[in-house]
């Protein structure tokens, strides 16, 4: 274990009352002794005597379930919209337990929808290297730089991530995205698409294709498209409105 991970090990040993005068100092020695060492500490203590196998068990078991304790709380403060106080649970777990997969995709996602781009960023790259959800982590970096307003960067991460997941619909409508903010017109319409091949019902990405068949002047099928959108849902006043621009705009003059 890590030297931190170390310290917690000892301090919730001895707040279980497993370890106490004497031992907990013998347990504090040996973790100096070995420093980093290859062993994980409560192996060390075992082996030296210090602590039983039950002992072992029970301190571990704790950890644990502060860990998971701590992570629900902060998956719950994310939920609440209450990211800087997720963000802190997720930093207690990420600095005693650094390769905790879970809680870097929560922290991301907590600086994200707070706005801290570049944090964001840099845990979704540190995913990449410990997940195997590999297409998702790339797709995750490609949203935050295209946020930044690093689009070309942000298609290639999207491009990346749609290598390892060809049938992602969200991949597809992101790397769409890309294409129509860099001007590429033919490329977007052929990425919203796929995600409509993959995801009929996704209104997005039938809204975005209607505004690139209207701007190619192809009046029709943006009309159809935004049937198609109403047809999902009619509360969208935007699309209702830009519809009934399109159809005044080709009905026939008196």
Same mark, same amino acid.
């Given at each position: 274990?890590?030297?931190?991970?170390?310290?917690?090990?000892?301090?919730?040993?001895?707040?279980?009352?497993?370890?106490?005068?004497?031992?907990?100092?013998?347990?504090?020695?040996?973790?100096?002794?070995?420093?980093?060492?290859?062993?994980?500490?409560?192996?060390?203590?075992?082996?030296?005597?210090?602590?039983?196998?039950?002992?072992?068990?029970?301190?571990?078991?704790?950890?644990?379930?502060?860990?998971?304790?701590?992570?629900?709380?902060?998956?719950?403060?994310?939920?609440?919209?209450? %990211?800087?106080? *997720?963000?802190?649970?997720?930093?207690?777990?990420?600095? +005693?337990?650094? +390769?905790?997969?879970? +809680?870097?995709?929560?922290?991301?996602?907590?600086?994200?929808?707070?706005?801290?781009?570049?944090?964001?960023? =840099?845990?979704?790259?540190?995913?990449?290297?410990?997940?195997?959800?590999?297409?998702? $982590?790339?797709?995750?970096?490609?949203? !935050?730089?295209?946020?930044?307003?690093?689009?070309?960067? =942000?298609?290639?991460?999207?491009?990346?991530?749609?290598?390892?997941?060809?049938?992602?619909?969200?991949?597809? %409508?992101?790397?769409?995205?890309?294409?129509?903010?860099?001007?590429?017109?033919?490329? $977007? !319409?052929?990425?919203?698409?796929?995600?409509?091949?993959? =995801?009929?019902?996704?209104?997005?990405?039938?809204?975005?294709?209607?505004?690139?068949?209207?701007?190619?002047?192809?009046?029709?099928? *943006?009309?159809?498209?935004?049937?198609?959108?109403?047809?999902?849902?009619?509360?969208?006043?935007?699309?209702?409105?830009?519809?009934?621009?399109?159809?005044?705009?080709?009905?026939? =003059?008196?």
């Amino acid at each position: 274990m890590l030297p931190k991970e170390e310290e917690r090990f000892l301090k919730l040993a001895h707040r279980l009352g497993v370890l106490q005068g004497d031992r907990l100092e013998r347990a504090a020695k040996v973790a100096e002794r070995r420093s980093e060492g290859k062993v994980p500490l409560p192996f060390t203590l075992l082996r030296e005597g210090i602590l039983s196998d039950e002992e072992v068990d029970r301190i571990l078991h704790a950890m644990v379930e502060l860990l998971d304790q701590t992570t629900a709380k902060a998956a719950e403060l994310l939920k609440d919209r209450q %990211f800087t106080k *997720a963000i802190g649970k997720y930093d207690r777990v990420i600095a +005693s337990h650094p +390769s905790h997969e879970a +809680s870097y995709w929560g922290r991301a996602e907590a600086y994200l929808k707070k706005g801290a781009l570049l944090p964001a960023l =840099a845990d979704y790259t540190t995913l990449l290297e410990i997940t195997e959800k590999k297409a998702l $982590a790339h797709n995750r970096r490609g949203v !935050v730089l295209a946020r930044l307003g690093k689009h070309d960067e =942000a298609r290639r991460e999207q491009e990346a991530a749609l290598s390892l997941d060809p049938a992602n619909a969200e991949i597809h %409508f992101d790397l769409g995205t890309c294409f129509h903010i860099l001007g590429d017109r033919v490329r $977007a !319409v052929a990425e919203y698409s796929r995600t409509i091949e993959i =995801a009929p019902d996704h209104l997005e990405a039938l809204n975005n294709r209607a505004i690139l068949h209207l701007l190619g002047r192809d009046f029709e099928k *943006a009309q159809a498209d935004w049937k198609a959108c109403l047809a999902i849902d009619r509360r969208r006043s935007t699309i209702r409105h830009n519809l009934k621009m399109l159809l005044q705009r080709l009905r026939p =003059a008196r």
